[in-house]
């Protein structure tokens, strides 16, 4: 990461508390109580997530691990406030998702929630620079001074400037997750999730990818959740939940990936 | 068994369902116009004169260019499907399908379509006929004469329309010849247009149909001033010149008609991507509004037409048993000409409606993008109303002022010189009944996708595999 960066971004943690986010600091920004996501019913009735109970605080790089189907990216879509729980509570940045109507969550979401998908993350027909104002415009505000010299930072950092006025299609995977990564920040979100963000990516984007969320983390103190089944993604965490069959197995500090691996495979092990 | 089965390529024969569609419109129109000059022609043999044969002719006119708007339909149709299955199509040309054979099985399965849509609609058309008929000999409208039940020209009339069907079939799928095998390895599930490359030689010559038929056009105004019959000949060839200009030049000129009426949307996002979305594929835009500019200007030529050399008739000096008479001849030819050209607007409505319902459904992804980044369930919904007006309030206009200065123009040059000046014919009834025909559409075409568009849940974008 380059030094100027750093010190620019050191010298703008005072300003982080001018989100919009606006509850007590020491409150999580999600909180899921004995949380269950079932589907189907009988004998085909699956318990994606049972009785989940977790808190993820301010400005930590928190990563969801599990194998396939553990459950998951089901955990993200429902923190996020994108899907429907069968039973429980979930609070996401103050907010009782669990009791709030389609049009409250989305706005939700718009104010407060980033979001990072493995693809397909941005508007096809809308160029890069029109994809990271497109939260601002859907909340109809205009993009303040000091806010646009935030995305003007954001863009230069991420070396986005040159392709700043094309369309998606004509990216880069690795820039398009760049681009997402901008968006993603642009708002200062409560939280950004990320699912399976470098997924898509060859190893050196990836790596790349992984080192912004980490600064963003650390020096932004923005709120990241990232689910993923890569180990040496989640090495870049500085907290590691553990899924398997819709249970939280495990929660951790920061690990190796030669840990999480051994980690991962005692569950597969355990598991057989 | 050559080549894969049609399914593999097309999916489901429901996405075929326009083809049919349009194939038994076409069917049951060519069924109803060859039907009743059949009738004509044996009334008036029995009564010895030529009306029938006449009719003939002119039903021949409008089932042809019934045929092209069909045909320029089901070559839209078929695009839109195809392009919302270029991943599928990569995974069969990465199996070893050859870019040929894939367009063959596409080419016989709309063929085969096309043709049972024919067969529904020239039956029903026929019965149609015969039913109307037999209602009017039993009031003694129609006198009692030996009225074949078929015609030899309804077993042409569906060979034409299977032919029109697997010619468009071919054309439609030209987008598989882009498919590379790889993209079917790629993560990318967003449609992006191929980029067309825009020929020299085709704008050229839209430029010289449309500047120079325009010019002969408003040469046949001038001259119908002195010389009426010169003056009708000119007009004709000015008009069809020029339309001809406009057809091979449309994507140059539908896009750009297309992206300055959207602007007046607004600036808000909803209004932006719709905007962003009718123009994304320029060659899309204009098929699917092609058929509908050329179905609103034929009406919209007649009415004005009409409306013009009503306008010059009640400036004549007639008594008025003459002009109630020619009121009333006026009034019959024009609603009589109307309901005949009309068909090719309803047959371009159909491929609209069909082309806006396929595009949403191809956009299932990047509409659980929008809803996961924020936009309500309504912004989604006038999302997709706005692109529906933005691109049928784009053909219809167009289609209007095309109209209104053919049907004037043409007007003038038969009539110019027993009237004072140049008569704008402004038939406002007709051109109401757009409007409202052109609102209609909108709320048609946009319901079923915009409901389809908001059940899409936020979750979808997740997905990898979509």
């Known amino acids: 990461m380059s030094p100027m960066w750093r010190a620019a971004a050191l010298g703008r943690l005072g300003t982080m508390t001018s989100t919009t986010f606006q509850h007590s600091p020491t409150q999580p920004v999600v909180s899921m109580r004995r949380v269950s996501k079932i589907y189907g019913e009988g004998t085909g009735r699956v318990a994606a997530l049972d009785e989940i109970d977790v808190d993820i605080h301010r400005g930590g790089?928190?990563?969801?691990?599990?194998?396939?189907?553990?459950?998951?990216?089901?955990?993200?879509?429902v923190a996020a406030g994108l899907d429907d729980v069968t039973s429980g509570e979930v609070m996401l940045a103050g907010q009782p998702v669990t009791h709030l109507g389609d049009d409250a969550r989305t706005l939700l979401r718009r104010s407060e929630v980033g979001f990072i998908f493995q693809a397909f993350n941005l508007v096809p027909t809308l160029s890069a620079h029109e994809n990271i104002?497109?939260?601002?415009?859907?909340?109809?505000?205009?993009?303040?001074?000091?806010?646009?010299?935030?995305?003007?930072?954001?863009?230069?950092?991420?070396?986005?400037?040159?392709?700043?006025?094309?369309?998606?299609?004509?990216?880069?995977?690795?820039?398009?997750?760049?681009v997402a990564i901008a968006r993603a920040l642009a708002s200062r979100p409560a939280i950004i999730f990320a699912d399976e963000p470098t997924g898509n990516l060859d190893s050196r984007s990836s790596r790349e990818v992984l080192t912004l969320l980490r600064t963003a983390a650390r020096e932004y103190g923005q709120t990241i959740a990232m689910v993923s089944h890569d180990p040496v993604a989640a090495s870049y965490a500085d907290r590691i939940l553990v899924i398997a069959d819709g249970h939280l197995v495990g929660d951790h500090g920061p690990l190796t990936p030669q840990e999480i691996s051994d980690l991962l495979i005692g569950f597969e092990v355990g598991a057989a | 068994m050559t080549g894969p089965n049609r399914n593999l390529t097309l999916g489901s024969l429901r996405e075929l369902g326009t083809v049919g569609l349009v194939a038994g419109l076409c069917g049951a129109y060519a069924a109803v116009l060859i039907m009743t000059s059949s009738i004509l022609t044996t009334m008036s043999e029995a009564s010895g004169g030529s009306v029938g044969l006449l009719l003939g002719i002119v039903a021949g006119v409008f089932i042809l260019i019934a045929l092209y708007v069909g045909t320029v339909v089901i070559v839209g149709a078929v695009d839109t499907v195809i392009s919302g299955r270029l991943r599928h199509i990569a995974l069969l040309r990465l199996l070893g399908s050859r870019g040929r054979e894939l367009r063959t099985s596409v080419m016989r399965s709309t063929a085969a379509v096309g043709g049972m849509g024919a067969v529904a609609g020239i039956v029903l058309g026929t019965l149609l006929t015969h039913l109307v008929r037999m209602v009017l000999v039993a009031r003694d409208t129609l006198p009692e004469a030996e009225y074949a039940l078929g015609d030899v020209q309804l077993v042409v009339?569906?060979?034409?329309?299977?032919?029109?069907?697997?010619?468009?079939?071919?054309?439609?799928?030209?987008?598989?010849?882009?498919?590379?095998?790889?993209?079917?390895?790629?993560?990318?599930?967003?449609?992006?247009?191929?980029?067309?490359?825009?020929?020299?030689?085709?704008?050229?010559?839209?430029?010289?149909?449309i500047v120079g038929g325009l010019a002969v056009l408003l040469l046949g105004a001038v001259v119908g001033e002195s010389n009426p019959g010169a003056g009708?000949?000119?007009?004709?060839?000015?008009?069809?010149?020029?339309?001809?200009?406009?057809?091979?030049?449309?994507?140059?000129?539908?896009?750009?008609?297309?992206?300055?009426?959207?602007?007046?949307?607004?600036?808000?996002?909803?209004?932006?991507?719709a905007r962003r979305n009718a123009l994304l594929d320029p060659l899309r835009t204009t098929r699917s509004t092609m058929g509908l500019v050329i179905g609103v200007?034929?009406?919209?030529?007649?009415?004005?037409?009409?409306?013009?050399?009503?306008?010059?008739?009640?400036?004549?000096?007639?008594?008025?048993?003459?002009?109630?008479?020619?009121?009333q001849v006026y009034e019959v030819t024009t609603i009589i000409l109307i309901c005949i050209i009309v068909i090719s607007a309803i047959i371009a409505a159909v491929g609209f409606v069909s082309t806006m319902s396929l595009t949403v459904i191809q956009r299932h992804r990047e509409i659980g993008l929008l809803r996961s980044l924020g936009f309500t369930r309504r912004q989604v919904r006038s999302m997709i109303t706005k692109e529906s007006v933005a691109l049928s309030a784009s053909a219809v206009v167009f289609g209007a002022v095309l109209g209104i200065v053919y049907g004037t123009a043409g007007a003038q040059s038969l009539v110019?010189?027993?009237?004072?000046?140049?008569?704008?014919?402004?038939?406002?009834g007709a051109l109401v009944g757009i409007a409202v025909a052109g609102v209609?559409?909108?709320?048609?075409?946009?319901?079923?996708?915009?409901?389809?568009?908001?059940?899409?849940?936020?979750?979808?974008?997740?997905?990898?595999?979509?």
């Open chain 1, 133 to 178: 104002l497109l939260p601002f415009e859907l909340a109809g505000r205009r993009v303040s001074a000091e806010e646009g010299r935030w995305i003007e930072h954001l863009v230069g950092t991420l070396g986005l400037a040159e392709r700043i006025s094309h369309r998606p299609s004509e990216l880069s995977g690795g820039q398009q997750q760049r």
């Open chain 1, 61 to 77: 790089f928190t990563a969801i691990m599990g194998p396939s189907g553990s459950g998951k990216s089901t955990f993200m879509n």
């Open chain 2, 157 to 209: 009339a569906f060979v034409a329309i299977t032919l029109s069907a697997m010619i468009a079939g071919w054309f439609g799928s030209r987008g598989i010849l882009r498919v590379s095998p790889a993209a079917a390895l790629a993560g990318t599930a967003a449609y992006t247009p191929a980029p067309h490359r825009t020929s020299v030689i085709r704008a050229l010559l839209a430029g010289i149909g």
């Open chain 2, 297 to 327: 200007a034929l009406v919209t030529t007649f009415a004005s037409g009409m409306s013009a050399l009503r306008e010059s008739i009640t400036s004549w000096e007639l008594d008025p048993a003459q002009r109630a008479q020619a009121d």
């Open chain 2, 416 to 428: 110019g010189a027993e009237t004072a000046g140049l008569v704008w014919g402004m038939p406002v």
């Open chain 2, 440 to 466: 209609v559409l909108v709320l048609v075409s946009s319901q079923r996708p915009a409901r389809r568009a908001v059940a899409v849940s936020p979750v979808e974008a997740l997905r990898i595999d979509a």
């Open chain 2, 232 to 273: 009708f000949l000119l007009a004709f060839v000015g008009a069809a010149g020029s339309g001809t200009g406009f057809l091979i030049g449309a994507r140059f000129v539908i896009p750009r008609v297309v992206a300055t009426l959207s602007s007046v949307l607004g600036r808000d996002p909803s209004s932006v991507v």
